[in-house]
Nanobody, 115 residues
Framework: QVQLVESGGGLVQAGGSLRLSCAASIRIFRLNAMGWYRQAPGKQRELVALITGGDSANYADSVKGRFTISTDNAKNTVYLQMNSLKSEDTAVYYC?????????WGKGTLVTVSS
């Protein structure tokens, strides 16, 4: 069982920045992968960024060059640095962890970008 707790969401103006954090209940080096997903109103949940063992990161095309995923093993935390935010980035952002083939989710944190 893996518990994930997100933080860092909020209201920001377009062009601004936010950093999301996700604290895991276990040592994150034990996880197969960690990632951030988002779900906008009326839309399906989509992958934003994923980081796997060896710190290999993948991003959705819509956020490449603006968002950066990173980890801090000492704090068992994964971050999502979001720069140059756009109104279309408005969504609930969920942290995800894959452990022995099972997916675990946080409760989500709301990011609202005002234009």
């Amino acid at each position: 069982q893996v518990q994930l707790v997100e933080s860092g969401g909020g209201l920001v103006q377009a062009g601004g920045s936010l950093r999301l954090s996700c604290a895991a209940s276990i040592r994150i080096f034990r996880l197969n992968a960690m990632g951030w997903y988002r779900q906008a109103p009326g839309k399906q949940r989509e992958l934003v960024a994923l980081i796997t063992g060896g710190d290999s990161a993948n991003y959705a095309d819509s956020v490449k060059g603006r968002f950066t995923i990173s980890t801090d093993n000492a704090k068992n935390t994964v971050y999502l640095q979001m720069n140059s935010l756009k109104s279309e980035d408005t969504a609930v952002y969920y942290c995800n962890a894959n452990h022995y083939g099972l997916d675990y989710w946080g409760k989500g944190t709301l990011v609202t970008v005002s234009s």
